[in-house]
Antibody, heavy 122, light 106 residues
């Protein structure tokens, strides 16, 4: 059974760095083809993909946020960590991690965590 | 980045109706198009991937079609539990992008 769970601070101040952890089970990021992504959704707005890390440690980032994001993995702990620098109130959102499938014919997020709400406010 | 545009942004329908949600990509994305359902307080749920393939457990009243730049999600025989926001998403090229969502009220 695949599960993912996000954790991190519920409140951060502007200019601070956010660190979120995705703890997962039911698969291993050392398995060829496995990937985990971070996605967020500001209140009342659309979903926005942020970053993806792959079994071979390849990393991909949102074009608009790539200078602020870092994604990493700890395979032994079954965790993926996302850091976002220079937090701003517009970054207030529910942050999700999701297992990511990608083949020659399709790519999608097949299992999602429940999400963690992060509010940016002084 | 590839822009995904959904229409309508919201719609209201009745139990038993058939509805279609449209998603248009700013360039061809072949068949790399997925649909998700998002209910308040819950994580998004994958409904359809690769335009028309069902994720496990998705009712057959949901169907997807299209290719290139224009895609549809059709829901036949609407049920009350179909009330949600629906998102399309492309995985043709990085960064993967979502549509802005279609809110369906039953």
């Amino acid at each position: 059974q695949v599960t993912l769970k996000e954790s991190g601070p519920a409140l951060v101040k502007p200019t601070q760095t956010l660190t979120l952890t995705c703890a997962f089970s039911g698969f291993s990021l050392s398995t060829i083809g496995m990937r985990v992504s971070w996605i967020r959704q500001p209140p009342g707005k659309a979903l926005e993909w942020l970053a993806r890390i792959e079994w071979d440690d390849d990393k991909f980032y949102s074009t608009s946020l790539q200078t602020r994001l870092t994604i990493s993995k700890d395979t032994s702990k079954n965790q993926v960590v996302l850091t976002m620098t220079k937090m701003d109130p517009v970054d207030t959102a529910t942050y999700y991690c999701a297992r990511t499938f990608l083949s020659g014919t399709a790519g999608y997020f097949d299992y999602w965590g429940q999400g963690t709400l992060v509010t940016v406010s002084s | 980045d590839i822009q995904m545009t959904q229409s309508p942004s919201s719609l209201s329908a009745s139990v038993g109706d058939r509805v279609t949600i449209t998603c248009r990509a700013s360039q061809s994305i072949s068949s790399y198009l997925n649909w998700y359902q998002r209910k308040p307080g819950k994580a998004p749920k994958l409904l359809i991937y690769g335009v028309s393939s069902f994720q496990n457990g998705v009712p057959s009243r949901f169907s997807g079609s299209g290719s290139g730049t224009d895609f549809n999600l059709t829901i036949r025989s609407l049920q009350r539990e179909d009330s949600a926001t629906y998102y399309c998403q492309q995985s043709y090229s990085n960064p993967w992008t979502f549509g802005q969502g279609t809110r369906l009220e039953i």
